[in-house]
């Protein structure tokens, strides 16, 4: 079991510019969940998907980011037009009927 | 809007001492509450959670829920080492989204 798959693990931008943000659930999880970390805000939920459908996505800024999960396979978060404020560690969860939340190792983003 | 909040912010605790960690929470409606290790660089990782009042023990670790106070605590046997980390407080509501505490940055000294 290679657990929550995140790519890329670090992602520099300009200002301006957009990021894709990558992650492949643990096979078989029904549902997954993305979170934002920094030192400031600490760990902030964004968004969850379950069996694909978004369920809640009451942490998401209203602009400029969005999530989809085409796939059970994998989902993505697109953040477009990133500024400095957007700087932080992405980390993305799955689970099953247990309800335990496995996370991945998280995208580090900068934006310079 | 649901808050969670941890106390302390860090904690020094000798080679085989007991580790407590406190947390506080908004919402007596609760699901379940968890308690995540994360250590540098990497995602949290769960170790213990707990649904109904009382206590819960599993290995050396402890766990202690009263939702009338809106209290959890959380009680490390015998620290080692490598139980430096930082511990997140988590309340899970409707088993969607989990709310987050601050964290306590724990340190065991040989």
């Known amino acids: 079991n290679a657990g929550v798959i995140q790519t890329p693990r670090h992602k520099v931008t300009g200002k301006g510019q957009e990021a894709t943000l990558w992650c492949e659930p643990i096979s078989g999880h029904s549902a997954v969940f993305w979170y934002r970390q920094t030192i400031v805000q600490g760990l902030e939920f964004l968004t969850y998907f379950r069996n694909q459908a978004p369920i809640d996505d009451s942490g998401m800024p209203k602009e400029r980011f969005s999530a989809q999960m085409p796939n059970q396979s994998h989902s993505t978060l697109k953040i477009q037009s990133t500024q400095p404020q957007d700087s932080a560690v992405y980390l993305c969860?799955?689970?099953?009927?247990?309800?335990?939340?496995?996370f991945g190792p998280g995208t580090r983003l900068t934006v310079l | 809007q649901e808050k969670v909040q941890q106390s302390p912010e860090s904690l020094i605790v000798p080679e085989g001492a007991m580790s407590s960690l406190n947390c506080t929470f908004s919402n007596s409606a609760s699901q379940s509450i968890w308690w995540y290790q994360q250590h540098p660089g990497k995602g949290p990782e769960a170790l213990i959670s707990i649904f109904s009042n009382g206590n819960k023990k599993e290995g050396r670790l402890t766990v202690y829920l009263n939702r009338a106070s809106l209290h959890v605590s959380l009680h490390i046997r015998d620290s080692q080492p490598s139980d430096s980390a930082v511990y997140l407080c988590a309340v899970n509501y409707n088993q969607g989204k989990l709310i987050f505490g601050q964290g306590t940055k724990l340190s065991i000294k040989p």
């Open positions: 969860a799955s689970s099953s009927l247990s309800y335990e939340q496995y």
